[in-house]
């Protein structure tokens, strides 16, 4: 098209505005090598890498680090098969309380996440449930399902829906076509939704200090850190390597659901 | 009330104040855990609390078996039932206690005693030594708006206690300024008082950019924000003169308020062995002396400060303000039923929602 | 031939397969049992259970909850230092909101209609990478960034548009002694963070519009800023409202940023957290909490009227 | 000898909505059968009907006289050539084509084996390792075919497969699958809306309108003797005369229908009209002549004069041509 | 008379794809100017070019005269009707179709009363509150027709516009278009790749094979007598003759082309063949005859007897209905 061409304020608002996007990673970084190690001067003092050879030998990280990737792992778990289910009813027939049905999918992120973590608390609190790593779950797999669910109904309404009349047509009972048809072509998307419900259960803090008792997960020890500064630069440094290690899984998201539209990343 | 003490559980979960249960983590001189881990085969889990308030809930909800409580807290905890009543015969070094706080109204309810004494000391005012060559003499200068001896207003560069009990300091504040108010004790305020108090905290608000809550972040705003006086605790006082940050603190002419903490124990404790052996080892006076030292508090044990077991000194202990225990106002719950008749004074519940109410501009 | 019409059922599969098609009401009840009790039970159950405590009280002493059916709490709640923070929250959220659809739409834009092959992917990643780098770090990063003595006071006397920070410091409401202490700070870092859950749902709607809608604009004689107005926006419209769900919300529950960056006054999250936290005050946590959740109910409602949930 | 598919008063109602109501049908084993009719009209709900995708409201299917109410899709000796083909995007060719050899368990090679029979049946050797995506639409079509027919089904069901293809494309595939309908002796089921291709592939057809079943016979019966006005104006471009018409043409006062083909210009005649419209369809001319309330269509074959627009002409037609129809 | 467009050695080339190659192309004013060809042809790509969407690699584009180089497309004086309609979602069909008066400005009332008048012309009175969600395809089709129309363009520029259409709604719609073209003498660019929609709408059409025109004139001239072979085969369903055929039919030894319905059967002839396909058409009955390694076509006319397939016979045809052609 020959008017095609993006119009240079268009240009500099867009790249403005990611720039604006990554102004504050770039002092994540730059903190991350500082010399001085409580509170943050600008311009730094001096610059060092012993705070990567510090974190690493921080027995007090690895923890929360394992108790975040766990939950994560077992959140991500749950909430694929809960939201692949519910997007597999979603995308049948309509029935009676399909909006109802939609409408309580999204609510654990429409809704804040304070109030997801104060109401569940609430329930421990009346029901007697001790805090422990399922309690963490619970709270991180209601807000993941979501995401998962997201994902999976885009897919599942890009999907010729013929393909799985097809595929019990050609004589496939409910299980082979599950097997063969629906989990092959869902597969991208589903791996995608759950990744990024990884990466959000893994960074979720708002949640988790109400459902996470005294436990500590990774983003609470970094704000336990972050408030009581003791070698400050080492928050930085595990940013730095979640971010690093974030930055494949996202990437390969990508490419799995691209065309698609479902990648949108969801609310805490 | 347990009658006497069995195996140790292993552990004991501990509320306590920042600074106040330290393992060498933040400097390495200052650990009085490690040892009683070894020694007890009790393993000590901290959680600290910013507020009072932040204490009571954390008690309310449970889990744990000790908390560092202040006076504002104590007398709640015991109302709620929260806490149990202590046996002092299991507590051998019951005997060090000062006398002064052996029966101090905060844990003794009744003749009965519901904590052990832990540590004590003023609400100092922190200052820039920069901008304040000599010492500040008044409170006024995170009351009033005025030009400091820099030559710069004072606005946006004074903090306050982000905490109802902050009332107080105002209440003392007017105590000595308006005397004309009648207030006998800042814990004690009638509608008039509490009323002249709050006008106070609002006319505070204009020069108070932030308040602060959390210790830690109060020493960021000293360093990076401009702040150069606030009410704080000798914690952060000794903490950022350790890092060569000019500042000093002091007890202006108004005296101060100030803390009084107890060791108290849950009711429903689960690890009642080892929260005793704790008790009885808060009471050692190297772990009190150090702890005086560090966090800049006066020892619940006075030998802690003479026996040279710990780093205090008798000099340190009297800098703390261990000679000023008459002048300082302890923290105490504000309740209806005061000095000055049944229902005359306004309660702490009016306290919490009026001061968010004058956080908020209001 | 001897093949008949009906092929004889093999196994359990093929049985199971002939119930589940004979009463397809069964096969919708298996997939939808375990998400609607999940939701149902643990997260409705949980709501209700919050509600509940709205509706108790706390003994004003010694803090502890009494639960007995009242009013009061909600009495408390219309209280003018109350609704302060309720008003407050709002118009936070708001312009929250608004700023961020205006910073996301030529990210959004640009990203959706022009960006191609690699430079597509690095625009996602551009978006996403911030989105799951650590949300702390990232606003005591912020923090650092506005301090009186932080990055932006340097690089504004070094440039010498130090003035303009001091202006917007004596914009009534927005005072403080540097962006870090006062609202306009906390509304910066708001934006901020919030910014990504904005762009994605709106480049997800952008790139729905067709372009021979934009070709037949200006085949009709529109001018690009006419067919902007009338076609891009009107059409980008659900993805605005599905992105401004989440800033919204986000902004009314949070209690992280108005606890760091900003004048100590409170928000709706930050109440929430110290009334149930700090406090002890669940009850009066509750009924605070009921308000977000009210708000967004209307919010949900009215944006599933503009068919913004399709674009979530 | 039994049918191969029939429908006892079958009904299929979506609510409100008769998508296909009250049909009686047989179809003969062999036989290539033509479903017809407007968009709409319950072509593809009768077509789910003997697949299993719908169940019948009210009545009874029977496929090789066995009632199959109770017998869901995927055990029906059925299979269908899907509008949009459905082909499974994950797989290759040759997966696709042996899938149903796969669910019913035979080995690797073995339906390998086979779905290169069926690809060369289909003319698609050496196409097995592309993916759907790699392929025209008619390549996907005759995939779609071999795919069904891989396993051997008793009635191929093929639901508008030439919709999507271009019209050169469309008659080309025509004649390939009437050849293979032939060849293999299958009774295929045909939906369209179409009328030429219903008219020049079917053996039998059934037109449908609004869910019933409007005329049911040979090309040769519904294109000469079309029984309502409905099925007139569908299947031909017939002319539909009303009754005062076709009494001036000589016949009885009833409405009647006219092929464009066996009526001509004349000079003079009972009828005339002012010639409004000319469309050259290469074998000839067409031209459209209002009489009246009434349009009415003549083909002028190629070489002879045609009359300009705006002229008036009479027309002439074979009187055996004239055919009546019932008042519906 | 200034031609309404004008292509003078206009290329466009996409990197390596050539998808214009050199086309010189003049419209008349008012003329109903078709452009056909396969997929792929490059005919959207000519549309593009003057609508301004594309701007030409080499050659010079003149619209009445003048040269539109640097002219964007919302400032040509030319509008189209897109294949998918592009109708905007969010309005409805009156603000749609004012949509080009409301750019330049007109007011309200004047334009709401325009839009009517459009709607009015295109047979959609009333359904100016309607969303184009809901309409159905020939509405829509109308909907867009209108739209382009109310900008009282010059040309109107129409890609595909039944392609989306069933059968019988787009014979209606070719009759309405062409009658709107004659009652408002625009001139309309029409692109299609269906060989009987350009042959019976339009006055002249260029026919297009790979970016290139492969012959420009009349319906009749291009069906009558295809310039080359690839025009032959797309265009009629002609039977194209090699030169062996050609010379034993009485012509010289080069390619030609007949038309079925020029082609008899006879009893004997100097070519014969095998009837390996027989097509019932309503208006006659296609014969496909192979002989050696040709097929070919004839129509037997309804009411002839029909040879059964298999049986030989020969065929037989008018003389000046040969028509040879060029190499290509
Ligand atoms: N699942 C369904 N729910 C509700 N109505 C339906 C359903 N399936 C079909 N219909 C309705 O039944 C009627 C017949 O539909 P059907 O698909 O059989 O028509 P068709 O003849 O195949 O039309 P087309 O040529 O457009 O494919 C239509 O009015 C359609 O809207
Ligand atoms: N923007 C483009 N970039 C690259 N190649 C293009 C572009 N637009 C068209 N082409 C190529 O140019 C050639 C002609 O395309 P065009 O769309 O004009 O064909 P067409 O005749 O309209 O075909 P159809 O009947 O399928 O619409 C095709 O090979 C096409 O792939
Ligand atoms: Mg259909
Ligand atoms: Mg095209």
Redesign the interface.
């Known amino acids: 098209m020959l008017s095609d061409r993006p119009s240079l304020l268009l240009k500099i608002t867009a790249i403005g505005g990611l720039l604006f996007l990554h102004l504050p990673i770039l002092f994540i970084f730059l903190y991350a090598f500082t010399t001085e190690e409580r509170t943050y001067q600008f311009p730094p003092p001096g610059l060092t890498l012993k705070w990567f050879a510090v974190a690493w030998n921080r027995a007090d990280i690895w923890p929360p680090l394992y108790l975040s990737l766990k939950v994560a792992a077992i959140a991500t778990v749950l909430a694929m098969i809960l939201g692949t289910l519910a997007a597999a009813a979603m995308s049948r027939a309509r029935f009676f309380g399909r909006d109802q049905l939609s409408l309580l999918i999204i609510l654990p992120i429409a809704l804040p996440g304070v109030i997801t973590g104060m109401s569940l608390r609430s329930a421990f609190g009346i029901m007697d449930i001790p805090f422990s790593t399922w309690t963490i779950v619970l709270g991180h797999a209601t807000f993941c399902i979501v995401i998962v669910y997201n994902n999976a109904v885009a897919r599942m309404r890009r999907l010729?829906g013929?393909?799985m009349?097809?595929?019990?047509?050609?004589?496939?009972?409910a299980f082979?076509t599950f097997r063969?048809?629906l989990l092959?072509?869902l597969g991208s998307a589903l791996l995608a939704g759950g990744m990024l419900a990884f990466a959000l259960s893994f960074d979720e803090v708002i949640v988790t200090t109400f459902t996470a008792g005294q436990q500590s997960t990774l983003p609470i020890w970094m704000l336990n850190e972050l408030v009581r500064p003791r070698q400050r630069p080492v928050t930085n440094v595990v940013a730095i390597v979640v971010f690093a290690a974030t930055f494949l899984p996202i990437l390969i998201a990508y490419y799995l659901t691209r065309g698609g539209s479902e990648t949108a990343g969801m609310g805490k | 009330q347990v009658t006497a003490i069995g195996a140790p559980e292993g552990q004991v979960n501990i509320v306590a104040w920042p600074g106040y249960i330290e393992r060498g983590e933040t400097m390495k001189e200052f650990d009085w855990v490690t040892k009683f881990e070894e020694s007890s085969g009790c393993k000590v889990n901290v959680k600290t609390a910013n507020t009072s308030d932040e204490m009571v809930a954390l008690m309310n909800e449970g889990g744990f078996d000790l908390v560092t409580a202040s006076g504002d807290a104590s007398l709640r905890l015991v109302a709620g039932d929260r806490v149990q009543p202590i046996n002092i015969d299991l507590i051998p070094s019951w005997s060090t206690v000062d006398d002064r706080l052996k029966n101090a109204p905060w844990h003794t309810v009744k003749g009965v005693h519901y904590g052990v004494p832990y540590m004590w000391g003023p609400n100092v005012l922190m200052y820039n030594t920069n901008v304040f060559p000599e010492p500040p003499t008044s409170w006024n200068v995170v009351f009033e708006e005025m030009t400091l001896p820099d030559g710069k207003s004072n606005k946006g560069r004074v903090q306050a206690y982000d905490g109802p009990i902050h009332v107080a300091d105002a209440a003392q504040y007017l105590m000595f300024h308006r005397p004309e108010l009648g207030i006998t004790s800042p814990y004690e305020l009638n509608e008039d008082q509490y009323k002249a108090a709050l006008d106070l905290l609002r006319q505070q608000r204009n020069l108070v950019s932030r308040y602060w809550h959390d210790a830690f972040i109060q020493m960021d705003d000293f360093k990076n924000e401009g702040v150069v006086a606030s009410g704080s605790w000798p914690f952060q006082v000794n903490l950022l003169k350790s890092e060569g940050q000019p500042v000093a603190s002091v007890i202006p002419q108004e005296g101060a308020t100030g803390w009084a903490d107890t060791t108290m124990m849950h009711v429903n404790a689960a690890n009642p062995n080892c929260a005793y052996l704790w008790m009885e080892h808060t009471l050692s006076s190297n772990l009190q002396s150090d702890l005086a030292v560090w966090f800049g508090a006066n020892p619940s044990v006075p030998a802690a400060c003479t026996d040279g077991r710990g780093m205090a000194t008798a000099e340190t202990c009297t800098a703390n303000g261990m000679d000023d225990f008459e002048k300082i106002r302890f923290w105490t719950t504000p309740v209806s039923n005061c000095s000055q008749g049944d229902g005359a004074c306004v309660p702490y519940y009016r306290w919490v929602s009026d001061y968010i109410g004058v956080i908020g501009g209001r | 031939?001897t093949?008949?019409?009906?092929?004889?059922?093999k196994g359990l599969a093929?049985r199971l397969?002939?119930t589940?098609?004979?009463r397809p009401g069964l096969l919708l009840l298996l997939l939808i049992a375990p998400p609607l009790l999940w939701l149902g039970v643990v997260y409705l159950g949980s709501l209700a259970a919050l509600l509940l405590q709205s509706f108790y009280s706390i003994d004003e002493f010694s803090g502890v909850v009494k639960e007995e059916f009242t009013l009061k709490t909600y009495a408390e709640l219309f209280r003018a230092q109350n609704l302060d923070i309720i008003i407050r929250t709002v118009v936070m959220a708001a312009a929250v909101t608004l700023a961020c659809a205006i910073l996301a739409f030529p990210i959004a834009y640009y990203a959706a209609r022009y960006a191609k092959g690699p430079w597509k992917a690095a625009f996602y990643l551009g978006v996403m990478l911030p989105l799951w780098s650590s949300y702390l770090v990232k606003v005591y990063a912020w923090k650092l960034i506005l301090a009186k003595e932080g990055v932006l006071t340097w690089a504004a006397s070094g440039t010498g548009t130090g003035f303009l920070i001091d202006g917007i410091l004596t914009i009534p409401g927005l005072e403080g002694s540097s962006l870090s202490t006062s609202p306009f700070g906390t509304f910066l870092v708001f934006v901020y963070i919030w910014l990504p859950y904005m762009i994605l749902p709106m480049q997800a709607a952008l790139e729905r519009v067709p372009t021979s809608m934009l070709e037949a604009s200006a085949d009709l004689g529109a001018t690009r800023g006419q067919t902007f107005r009338t076609v891009i926006l009107p059409l980008a419209l659900p993805g605005v409202i599905a992105g401004s769900i989440f800033t919204f919300s986000l902004t009314l529950g949070d209690y992280i940023i108005p606890q760091i960056v900003g004048n100590s006054s409170r928000f709706i999250g930050l109440a929430v957290y110290q009334l149930q936290g700090t406090a002890g005050n669940i009850p009066l946590a509750a009924a605070f909490a009921v308000v977000p959740i009210v708000i967004m109910l209307i919010y949900l409602t009215l944006a599933k009227r503009a068919g913004a949930f399709d674009a979530l | 000898m039994t049918p191969a598919v029939e429908f006892a008063n079958v009904s299929r109602h979506f609510g409100p909505v008769k998508a296909v109501d009250g049909v009686d049908l047989t179809i003969v084993e062999g036989s290539f059968f033509a479903m017809l009719g407007?968009?709409g009209s319950g072509k593809t709900t009768c077509l789910r009907l003997i697949?299993?995708?719908e169940k019948p409201t009210t009545g009874a299917i029977r496929?090789?006289?066995?009632d199959?109410s109770?017998?869901?899709?995927?055990?029906?000796?059925?299979?269908?050539v899907?509008?949009?083909?459905?082909?499974?995007?994950?797989m290759n060719v040759r997966d696709n084509v042996a899938?149903?050899l796969?669910?019913?368990g035979m080995g690797r090679a073995r339906r390998h084996a086979r779905a290169e029979e069926m690809l060369a049946l289909v003319k698609l050797e050496g196409y097995g390792d592309r993916k759907p995506a790699q392929l025209s639409g008619g390549q996907r079509q005759r995939v779609a075919l071999a795919?069904?027919l891989v396993?051997?089904p008793?009635v191929l069901l093929l639901d508008e497969p030439l919709g999507a293809l271009?019209?050169?494309l469309r008659?080309a595939m025509q004649?390939e699958l009437?050849?293979l309908q032939h060849k293999l002796g299958l009774t295929f089921v045909f939906v369209t809306?179409?009328?030429?291709e219903a008219?020049?592939m079917a053996d039998h057809l059934a037109v449908f309108n609004e869910g019933r079943i409007a005329q049911i016979g040979t090309?040769?019966d519904i294109?000469d003797r079309p029984a309502t006005r409905f099925v007139a104006d569908?299947?031909?471009?017939s002319n539909v005369l009303p009754p005062e018409l076709t009494r001036a043409l000589g016949g009885p006062a009833q409405w009647a229908s006219l092929?464009?083909?066996?009526t001509r210009l004349a000079q003079t005649g009972p009828v005339s009209g002012t010639v409004i419209?000319l469309?050259?369809?290469?074998?000839?001319t067409?031209v459209v002549i209002r009489a009246g309330e009434t349009e009415i269509a003549a083909?002028v074959?190629?070489g002879q004069p045609v009359p300009p627009e705006g002229t008036t002409t009479a027309i002439a037609f074979d009187r055996n041509a004239l055919h009546l129809m019932g008042t519906d």
Request: charged share 20%; proline share 8%; hydrophobic share 35%.
């Open positions: 010729s013929g393909i009349e097809a595929s019990a047509d050609l004589g496939a009972n082979q063969h048809v092959p072509n | 031939m093949v008949t019409a009906i092929l004889p059922a093929d397969t002939g589940f098609w004979r | 407007p968009s697949s299993g995708f496929i090789f006289g066995e199959v109770a017998t869901p899709p995927h055990l029906r000796n059925v299979n269908t899907f509008q949009d083909y459905a082909l499974f995007p994950h899938y149903g796969m669910v019913k795919r069904a396993n051997e008793r271009d019209l050169k008659e004649d009437k050849a809306h179409d009328q030429h008219l020049s090309p040769q294109y569908f299947v031909g471009s092929r464009p083909e066996a419209a469309r050259y369809l290469g074998a000839g067409r083909l074959p190629a």
